[in-house]
């Protein structure tokens, strides 16, 4: 059974840093592209960065240059460093971990992050 579980959400200050954590077990193997993705109210889920196993990571232009994603393919898991935090990143963010060759997705259960003074 495969499973995401992520942790580091909460409250900040504009202009604050925050890091998210996700944990996947139950994947074996690494050959696998994890990453994040938000959802605000009212707006569709979208990509915030992606990593894949090699390293090569993608990004929505919108946190480019504030956000940094890391992964450790030993530890399947996969990290968000948020930094200079504005109250637009206000979403729940969820973790991601994509097969698109053998066509397998699962996504974690979320975690909210506010943004607000």
């Not at 200050?13 to 998210?20: A, I």
């Amino acid at each position: 059974q495969v499973q995401l579980v992520e942790s580091g959400g909460g409250l900040v200050q504009p202009g604050g840093s925050l890091r998210l954590s996700c944990v996947a077990s139950g994947i074996i193997g690494s050959m696998h592209t994890m990453g994040w993705y938000r959802q605000a109210p009212g707006k569709q889920r979208g990509l915030v960065g992606s990593i894949t196993s090699g390293g090569d990571t993608n990004y929505a232009d919108s946190v480019k240059g504030r956000f940094t994603i890391s992964r450790d393919n030993a530890k399947n898991t996969v990290d968000l460093q948020m930094n200079s935090l504005t109250p637009e990143d206000t979403a729940v963010y969820y973790c991601n971990a994509e097969n698109k060759i053998f066509k397998w997705q699962y996504w974690g259960q979320g975690t909210q992050v506010t943004v607000s003074s």
